[in-house]
Structure formats: C-alpha cells, structure tokens
C-alpha cells in the first residue's frame, strides 16, 4: 500500500472509530458552545485580594502594532501585573482545574500555564481597552485555553465588555464577579473602552505542543 493510501486507510478506521454509538462521546458534543463559564470560580475574598495587588502594583502596558503610536492606532491600554506563583500557589491551582476540566470538552494537547498569569485593570480615565485579537501564536507550545475571570462587579463600571467574534456576529457571556469565561485561544476577542469607572480581571493562557 502507498504511503497515502495507509493514511487513507487510518483515517477510516479513526472515523469508524468516533461514529460507534457504543463508544460514549466526551469532547464538545454537537450544537455546544465553545466558549463556557465557570460560577464562583474565585471566592469574593480572593477577588479583593487580587483587585488590591493589582491597585498597588502595576504596569502600563500598552499593545501597539507600530512603535511609534497615536491614540488612535493603539491594541490595548490597560495596567497589568504578573501574579507571583510561589505566592499564589492556590490561585495558579484554581485556574489550572478549571483549565483541566474543560479541557475534557476541548480536548486539546495542554501542558502548563503559559508565562505568568495576568491581572489587568482597565480604567475609565484612559478609555482603557483590547482590540480584536487572538491569544494564540508564540514559540514551540501554542496558547490553546483562555481564561478570563471578572474581579470586580460589571455595575462598577460601563463598557468593558469582553466579546467574542463568532461567524462574524459579536457575542459575550454575561461577565459575573469571580465566574472564569474559558475560550479556545484561536477565537477572536476583545474587550470594548470602559467608559465609565474601572474593569478588573485576571487573565491566564494554558499552553501546549501544537
Ligand atoms: O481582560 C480580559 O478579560 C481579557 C484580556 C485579554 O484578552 C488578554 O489579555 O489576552
Ligand atoms: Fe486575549
């Protein structure tokens, strides 16, 4: 047999595989969302810490697609910090959990949290916002999850909403203190001008090999 024709013939016998009815489907099943939420992920206690670190300590970060930008061209202005793990160590748990299982939906290769995980403020007085974007792309191991997790109540501030772009329609998720919004990594997203008062949320990528 040719090289293609085994490949064929492997793929046949996958989807013989995946069709048997007696075989119990885990994965996303037909019709369900793959942007999910997860209530009370973070307890309101933890979600004060988090907003008082992140109020201490932070720092610009602005996104631009040139060096030298206007106010107009900018990806992203808003201040993060990079929570500490060996001080957070329950924090990097909870998020890694909620990773774990919804991945049983996804079913993705993941490996490890992806750099530091993220807590941002977005403050009315600078409009602050993330353009459309998607969080994959890098090195060796992908971003293949994403987590958001609101730390403050969506009544404290207007705009900030974080939007998904499916099919070319926006869509959102009701944003809920301390609830995690997981996505895959590939879905483009953003998160509109807080236009009035200030939006906290931590953010945390789950990588792995491609
Ligand atoms: O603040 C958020 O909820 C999302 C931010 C985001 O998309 C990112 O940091 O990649
Ligand atoms: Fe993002």
Redesign the pocket.
């Known amino acids: 047999m040719d090289p293609f024709e085994r490949m064929q013939q492997q793929m046949r016998n996958v989807n013989s595989h995946t069709e048997d009815s007696k075989v119990k489907r885990e994965g996303l099943q037909p019709g369900e969302s793959i942007i999910m939420s997860v209530d009370n992920a973070l307890s309101p206690q933890q979600t004060a810490e988090l907003r008082s670190l992140v109020n201490q300590d932070s720092i610009q970060s602005i996104v631009s697609k040139k060096e030298e930008f206007t106010n107009n061209d900018e990806v992203r202005r808003?201040q993060v910090h990079w929570l500490a793990p060996d001080k957070h160590e329950h924090i990097y748990q909870t998020v890694l959990g909620i990773a774990e299982n919804s991945n049983k939906k996804y079913q993705f290769k993941i490996s490890a949290i992806d750099q530091r995980i993220?807590l941002?403020i977005?403050d009315e007085s600078v409009q602050g916002f993330?353009r459309w974007?998607m969080?994959w792309g890098g090195g060796a191991l992908q971003r293949k999850i994403?987590i958001?997790i609101?730390l403050n109540d969506p009544s404290e501030y207007e705009g900030g909403n974080?939007e998904f772009n499916i099919n070319g329609d926006s869509i959102s998720l009701p944003q809920k203190m301390g609830a995690a919004?997981v996505f895959p990594s590939f879905i483009l997203?953003?998160?509109t001008p807080v236009t009035k008062g200030r939006r906290y949320?931590l953010?945390a990528?789950i990588k792995g090999e491609f």
Request: a neutral charge.
């Open positions: 808003s993220q941002a977005y993330y974007h969080d994403s958001s609101p974080l919004i997203h953003r998160v949320s953010v990528w």
